[in-house]
């Protein structure tokens, strides 16, 4: 099953004319990438939850014909959680074990491996985990004997330790390195495998969250929820920074910093760098980009310069209440600009 029900708060307004699933990411939607993850691991029977926008993971995806794969798609009339949304689909899920996956990844890590730990441990659930070295913003987990017990808050930074930033520094880069993995917290990277048991612990026909509904209250009751913790490159696009810090980092590995949608043109005399252009753009002459993501059919104006910004059409924007976690903007003309904080 791929979560992708999800508004995407914090990647407004990006996210105002299609889910998070269904943005640009190197050249086709985010939710792909998910769909050949699995269809790789011969899981090609795929559910696919719906509510934001569902249209807009509809055509990303179609029937699953382009991946090898057969799609469900699942409809939530509200929005039930990532646990409710499993039981909203339970008639699609049971009878045997099954994968979740967040619609908002991209990743190789092993997915046979964690199948295999979810067979060998019998659990009622096995989380796939990473370690958080560098200290992000996620959710710590904590387990022991190659368990979850709990799960925590956000992991406090790397400096807050001298005793270990003293130690560190007298070690080499590649030791270095190791050491802080070893020592890391671990994060969830929304990759789970569920006993098809799960659904006695899932609440029926509302809203739910996976960790307070099911894990937790799971834990209590001395079920298993196993800990794989793995390797491989993962990434999580959940917010505007990261996704155009991401798409950066991998567009000068291929020796580029420019990702270009269909149909878009820069005209001669325009600059674009450091930035990820979505399809049917055109920027001007003399105009400017850097560090920024232009959405679907943005017009730079001659001259405009537009420097770490996410920037849409202004008639999606206009009449829109912006969500909390969204980026505060203004309109210009005939695009609505947001600063991207740091």
């Keep these: 099953m791929i979560l992708a029900a999800g508004y995407g708060t914090r990647l407004w307004p990006l996210t105002i004319d299609r889910a998070k699933p269904a943005i640009p990411f190197m050249g086709r939607p985010l939710v792909g990438y998910v769909a050949e993850y699995l269809a ?22 179609g029937d699953g014909s382009q991946f090898g794969a057969r799609f469900h798609y699942v409809e939530e009339a509200e929005i039930l959680g990532t646990s409710g949304a499993i039981d909203n689909a339970r008639q699609l899920l049971e009878g045997d074990a099954f994968v979740v996956v967040n619609g908002k990844i991209a990743t190789d890590i092993d997915l046979a491996a964690a199948v295999e730990t979810h067979r060998r441990t019998r659990a009622l659930a096995t989380l796939v985990l990473r370690p958080n070295p560098s200290r992000e913003r996620y959710s710590m987990v904590h387990t022991s004997d190659g368990l979850v017990t709990g799960f925590g808050g956000f992991p406090a930074s790397d400096n807050a330790s001298d005793a270990s930033s003293r130690k560190r520094s007298e070690m080499s880069d590649a030791q270095d390195a190791r050491a802080q993995e070893l020592d890391a917290p671990l994060m969830f990277t929304g990759i789970q495998v569920f006993d098809t048991r799960v659904f006695e612990f899932i609440p029926r026909g509302k809203f739910s969250h996976s960790v307070t509904d099911v894990f937790v209250p799971a834990i209590e009751r001395g079920e298993r929820i196993a800990a ?65 993501v232009l959405g679907a059919g943005v017009e ?29 903007g203004e309109f210009r003309g005939s695009n609505f600009v947001a600063p991207i904080p740091e």
């Design 228 to 292: 794989h913790v793995a390797e491989g490159y993962w990434y999580e696009l959940s917010t505007v920074r990261r996704y155009l810090d991401t798409s950066i980092e991998l567009l000068k590995r291929e020796g580029r910093d420019v990702e270009l949608g269909v149909g878009s043109v820069i005209d001669e005399g325009a600059r674009v760098r450091e930035s990820v252009v979505w399809e049917g753009v055109r920027a001007g002459p003399g105009a400017s980009v850097s560090r920024s």
């Design 40 to 61: 790789r691991n011969y899981l090609r029977d795929i559910v696919v939850n719906l509510h934001h926008r569902p249209e807009s993971v509809r055509s990303a995806l």
């Design 300 to 328: 730079v104006a001659r001259g405009e310069v537009f420097e770490n910004v996410a920037v849409v059409r202004a008639e999606l924007a206009r009449g829109v209440e912006r969500p909390e976690k969204g980026l505060k």
